[in-house]
């Protein structure tokens, strides 16, 4: 019940349609019931986690194209000044 009213972005309590401002942003409280969304400690950490292992990620492919690009005779000057050493 409760998943169904999350798909049609209605209140998890009482099911009223009037708890969004506009797009992605919710109200405090829902109208209809009083219940209150806030978001509980650690709601970001997922999201950085995916953030930080993207970033890492990429420049790990950067990285580690250019060396096998440029294979045996590696330009380390590019990849050491992109670094900050
Ligand atoms: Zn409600």
Redesign the pocket.
Known sequence: MKFWRALRRR?P??G?RD?WLRWGQLRTR?L??G?PFEHEEGYWVGAMIVNLGMAEGLFAMVLLGGIALTWPRVAWTHPLIASGC
């Open positions: 209140c309590r009482c009223s708890i829902c209809g019931c219940y």
